[in-house]
């Protein structure tokens, strides 16, 4: 991998990839970022992390150097008044910018999961966020653009969703889709992915979200019983891999 450095503290440590960390959990004290963190530690990949709630406004001025920055899932909405969300998406442009170069160079690969996805769309076009029917919980399948037979079962947990007209932006592609949602996964340029859906997640992890989550599902016109469900039907077919697939794959091209 390539050494880059961070400051932290007043040692300064090699870091490939920066994970920047919104404010959601998946179950208890376990968060979105703890399951990013193991996937990439065992590709090899050395992590920092940056505290969106806490660090978004400092990190458009003094942003920390990495080979890639890869964004977690959260609970709150981009339509957020909240500072912390609005220096997010500030630095979300700034970021995708630098993804695809300027004079000719490229900069770090951009990875949104979830609200990280939604995180980029709004970069590239603002309101492009929209609320949903209900929620999509649980193992579900999706199906690859363009290819038939490109079916395949990730685990999802979100109840807005990105408007299919961000392809209007030049160089946007839309990846992934199925009947509920018209964008399961987008990619912008060579170096920027966002996907709604968590592919750091194991069968047992979407059990636990669905139980923890319970009172949000039920809140946004969901079934945590179909959920369930959902998991025991398609837990064989969930792609050990599929984190590498589309996140490892894309930081390290």
Excluded at 50 to 55: D, K, M
């Amino acid at each position: 991998m390539v050494e880059v450095l961070r400051v932290r503290g007043v040692g300064i440590v090699p870091v490939d990839v920066q994970i920047c960390v919104a404010d959601g959990l998946i179950y208890d004290s376990l968060d979105y970022a703890d399951r990013i963190e193991q996937r990439l530690t065992r590709a090899g990949l050395s992590c920092g992390r940056l505290n969106l709630v806490t660090e978004a406004a400092d990190l458009t001025a003094r942003r920390p150097p990495a080979l890639a920055y890869v964004f977690t899932g959260g609970q709150t909405s981009v339509h957020s008044d909240a500072a912390w969300m609005r220096a997010t998406i500030k630095l979300m442009g700034e970021l995708v910018a630098d993804a695809n170069g300027r004079d000719g160079d490229t900069g770090p690969a951009v990875v949104g999961v979830c609200l990280g996805s939604q995180l980029i769309a709004e970069a590239l076009r603002p309101g492009s966020i929209i609320d949903t029917a209900g929620i999509e919980v649980g193992l579900t399948e999706v199906n690859r653009v363009g290819d038939h037979q490109g079916i395949g079962v990730v685990p999802s947990f979100h109840y807005q969703a990105i408007n299919p007209q961000i392809e209007e932006v030049d160089g946007v592609r839309i990846e992934y889709r199925n009947e509920h949602t018209s964008v399961q996964a987008l990619s912008y340029g060579e170096r920027v992915f966002g996907c709604q859906f968590h592919p750091e997640l194991t069968p047992d992890d979407v059990r636990q979200l669905i139980d923890f989550n319970e009172d949000v599902i039920s809140c946004w016109h969901g079934d945590a019983a179909a959920a369930h469900r959902s998991v025991e039907q398609y837990q064989d077919e969930l792609p050990e891999d599929l984190f590498e697939r589309l996140v490892i794959d894309r930081i390290t091209r």
